[in-house]
């Protein structure tokens, strides 16, 4: 079974504009010729316009925003509805960012009806999961890992789940400097994949990509990318440098 395999640069709260597009056209002129990978551009809101000009006519490359509101337009001063992101070319927003629950106090109500905002657009969610140090120290992270998948996907049917990205990322490698080995990546996106299998069945659970977040970097990201059931990576730190980022997308 042949999955998409999928490389995203999540920008987080970096760059000024012109330094978005100088890394964009890097990234382009690097990478533009090796289509079998999807590069997923996520900049901050700001940059989304100038960076689609930039990504729309090249090889395999998409936009992506690092969040949605809940709700669908109105009075929300400062937010961003998926329908604004779709009509500056989104085709995928990030759900469920460990920085969203830890920083903003997200919880599975507001994934939920993000995603389905999503969904209504035509947006694809990369729904992001992942323990704490805590409860991996614990040895509850394949309980954590469950509950934060099966609370949200019972909101959806399979055909729902076909458009969904999951991305495993440990909070204690995300920004850290600390990945997770290569036989700990893949041992929980073996159990992801079987929780999928539970909830709805094999055949969605492996078409699904697996994505594993967390200082991926030039270095690991090739003994990661090796693992039967990790599909590629969701980068931040190493997605800001056009080298790194591009090494990382040649790791496969
Ligand atoms: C992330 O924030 O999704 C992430 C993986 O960050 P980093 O690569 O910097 O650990």
Redesign the pocket.
Known sequence: MSRQKIVAG?W?MNKSLQEAKTLVEMIINQVNDFDEVTKIIIPPFPFLDAVNHLISSKANFSLGAQNCHTNAGGAFTGEVSASILKSVGCDYVLVG???RRQFFKEKEADFILKIKEALKNNIRPVF?IGETIHERKTDNHFKVVTEQLSSVLKEFSVAEFSKFIL?Y?PVW????GETATAAQAQEMHAYIRNIVTDLYDSNIAAQVSILY????NPQNAQELFKCPDVDGG??????LNADDFCKIIFSF
Request: proline residues 0%; contains cysteine; negative net charge.
């Open positions: 999540n987080k960012h460990s920085e992001c991305a990322e490698a995300i920004g850290t977040g967390g200082s991926c969701l980068i931040g730190g190493a997605s």
